[in-house]
């Protein structure tokens, strides 16, 4: 059988502006990236990542629906064309997550132990084939587990069903984002005392302090992991930390957006 299934891919971080070939080249063939739309995200900084120096890279935590915590917005963008049926979505799917790793994915992956490709389908449509050929797609899967998360807060994907468990998104300016689906991968967090909290702000730049000195005494200025905070806030991605980040950037002389 053959569908009609208009989705696209919830982005917070670099996979929108990333300079990389492998990147760049996976939003021209996949995306609708003249189309991009601000919609609102439960999102923080709280990954650390070895391959960004040690700083921290954007994860999806429920506990950003809670007021307190509120603000976060990341960036929708189409795909060129719907998918039509298990093996399309599938193959869009991999090629997610061959751009997150910066490969080809000839395997067919969809997640490893830092993240998962999870799918959030629009509460308004009939979703019940869709959800259908995504879990096959997941069930197939060697390694996909939900990340970790505080118990406060739940989890943001069920390993089963592959299923994002965070609310569909609205557009910052307008109503509910007219997609049937999204896909977006959920990233594990760097949790502290051990599992009772998300890194805060101070911490969160002090990464990006301490790698922006790392590297200025060895003349990569040009190199300097701060990078992925800078340009975020470039490209319209926000998180409820930001401000308390930016401050402490800048009282560390470097200029911030």
């Given at each position: 059988?053959?569908?009609?299934?208009?989705g696209g891919v919830l982005v917070v971080g670099s996979l929108l502006w990333d300079d990389d070939g492998c990147r760049e080249e996976w939003r021209n063939r996949w995306l609708s990236i003249d189309d991009a739309r601000r919609v609102i995200a439960p999102i923080r900084y709280g990954r650390l990542s070895k391959g960004r120096g040690c700083t921290y890279t954007m994860v999806f935590s429920r506990a950003c629906r809670r007021a307190a915590y509120a603000?976060?917005?990341?960036?929708?963008?189409?795909?060129?064309?719907?998918?039509?049926?298990?093996?399309?979505?599938?193959?869009?799917?991999?090629?997610?997550?061959?751009?997150?790793?910066?490969?080809?994915?000839?395997?067919?992956?969809?997640?490893?132990?830092?993240?998962?490709?999870?799918?959030?389908?629009?509460?308004?449509?009939?979703?019940?084939?869709?959800?259908?050929?995504?879990?096959?797609?997941?069930?197939?899967?060697?390694?996909?587990?939900?990340?970790?998360?505080?118990?406060?807060?739940?989890?943001?994907?069920?390993?089963?069903?592959?299923?994002?468990?965070?609310?569909?998104?609205?557009?910052?300016?307008?109503?509910?984002?007219?997609?049937?689906?999204?896909?977006?991968?959920?990233?594990?967090?760097?949790?502290?005392?051990?599992?009772?909290?998300?890194?805060?702000?101070?911490?969160?730049?002090?990464?990006?302090?301490?790698?922006?000195?790392?590297?200025?005494?060895?003349?990569?200025?040009?190199?300097?992991?701060?990078?992925?905070?800078?340009?975020?806030?470039?490209?319209?991605?926000?998180?409820?930390?930001?401000?308390?980040?930016?401050?402490?950037?800048?009282?560390?002389?470097?200029?911030?957006?």
């Open positions: 059988m053959k569908y009609d299934w208009r603000g976060g917005v990341g960036v929708a963008v189409a795909f060129k064309a719907p998918m039509d049926d298990a093996e399309s979505l599938a193959a869009a799917a991999h090629a997610l997550w061959g751009a997150e790793k910066k490969e080809s994915n000839s395997g067919g992956r969809l997640g490893a132990s830092w993240g998962a490709v999870g799918l959030l389908a629009n509460p308004q449509r009939d979703a019940s084939e869709l959800l259908a050929a995504w879990k096959t797609c997941v069930v197939r899967q060697p390694c996909y587990s939900a990340p970790s998360h505080l118990k406060s807060e739940g989890a943001v994907l069920d390993e089963e069903s592959g299923r994002l468990l965070i609310p569909w998104p609205h557009e910052v300016v307008g109503g509910p984002l007219n997609l049937d689906f999204l896909l977006a991968t959920a990233t594990d967090p760097e949790l502290m005392v051990p599992g009772q909290r998300y890194p805060s702000a101070a911490r969160i730049a002090a990464a990006w302090i301490a790698d922006r000195d790392q590297k200025a005494r060895s003349g990569q200025t040009e190199k300097q992991e701060v990078k992925y905070f800078l340009e975020n806030r470039k490209h319209g991605i926000s998180t409820f930390q930001d401000d308390r980040i930016r401050a402490y950037l800048l009282g560390a002389g470097i200029e911030s957006v």
